[in-house]
């Protein structure tokens, strides 16, 4: 019999490729779509690339007549209205991916510091932030997943074997992340138009970005001592796709080649991250559609700096095919199951 599963929030960006990937989910049914603003309208018609896929209505959203037709839920709404969401479906003993941020941090005076108040603290111990390539058997046992930010996606993977292996200084880890406009969601805002944005490239949210406590919450557990970053996000006039430039000052000589075996050994096992061989950069259009995180490395072997650079899709690794990703970690399916898909041709 195939897992149920009901998506809150579905016709945003993350709703749409949530679909996409189900619908080639052979273990998956959708069989409850919720949304304020298209209640009672198909979801084809909503997203005409969906024509002949589904034969679904989006609904309000209603805990009990969702909770009786799910298995599983992935609430893909705002702030806020996710930590007032969740813990419905918890109470009804359905398992849940989070793609807000209101289940990613440990403490919540750090999340109520760059959002809001958090009003479902309990529930903070039950949830495990979901970055497979860090916190995998946690998230096999948890009942709630925060799924990772998508800029920390990008940041965290190029990080990990570095940090891990105490391998950088980190008093001064720069991260400089270019982003794709559909980072900024499906809502109507004025930064997000056309002629805002198009032949302009700027950086926003210095020392302000809300991914920032995100990124410093998981490197401080992972080197168990408090590390802040220097975290500058820019805009790009793209639709999609975050390309993340990591600088880093090693703590040993060491070789370029030395410094890539330490993550291929690390990601050896991890079927979405692929390691470029020396000199070679990512690029986002080698990524886009897909959930690959692509990672390039440059060693200055002279001076012992380091530059990673990694590259992801933002709706897919950076957050709709994570959370299936995650979801397939809860459900014991294997992990690749209905994102083993390539990246779209340039």
Not at 34 to 55: C, H, M, N, W
């Amino acid at each position: 019999m195939k897992t149920r599963v009901g998506i809150i929030g579905a016709t945003g960006y993350t709703g749409v490729e949530l679909l996409r990937f189900l619908m080639r989910h052979p273990e998956v049914e959708v069989t409850a779509l919720t949304s304020q603003k298209y209640a009672g309208i198909g979801i084809e018609r909503v997203f005409p690339s969906l024509t002949d896929q589904f034969q679904l209505k989006c609904e309000d959203l209603s805990f009990e007549q969702i909770s009786q037709k799910t298995d599983f839920i992935f609430t893909a709404v705002p702030h806020k209205t996710a930590m007032e969401t969740v813990p419905q479906f918890y109470k009804d003993g359905k398992r849940v991916v989070d793609l807000s941020a209101d289940f990613r941090f440990q403490d919540p005076t750090v999340y109520e510091r760059w959002y809001q108040k958090h009003t479902c603290i309990e529930l903070l111990s039950e949830s495990v932030y979901g970055l497979p390539e860090l916190h995998r058997e946690k998230i096999q046992k948890a009942k709630i997943v925060g799924n990772p930010g998508c800029y920390p996606t990008g940041a965290l993977i190029g990080l990990i074997p570095l940090v891990k292996n105490k391998m950088i200084s980190l008093d001064n880890i720069v991260i400089d992340a270019k982003s794709g406009v559909s980072g900024a969601g499906r809502d109507v805002v004025l930064e997000s138009l056309f002629c805002e944005v198009n032949e302009g490239v700027k950086a926003y949210k210095i020392f302000e970005h809300r991914h920032t406590p995100e990124i410093e919450q998981e490197l401080s557990q992972l080197a168990q001592k408090k590390v802040a970053v220097t975290f500058v996000p820019h805009l790009i006039p793209m639709d999609r796709g975050i390309l993340t430039t990591l600088y880093a000052h090693l703590t040993l000589k060491i070789k370029a080649e030395e410094v890539l075996k330490i993550f291929k050994d690390y990601y050896s096992k991890e079927p979405f991250v692929r390691i470029y061989p020396k000199s070679k950069i990512p690029n986002t259009k080698d990524v886009r559609g897909s959930n690959y995180c692509d990672i390039g490395v440059i060693v200055n072997e002279s001076d012992s700096r380091a530059v990673i650079v990694t590259a992801i899709d933002n709706l897919v690794k950076g957050a709709s095919g994570q959370a299936i990703q995650n979801m397939n970690i809860l459900l014991g399916y294997p992990e690749t199951m209905g994102l083993d898909v390539l990246p779209l041709s340039p």
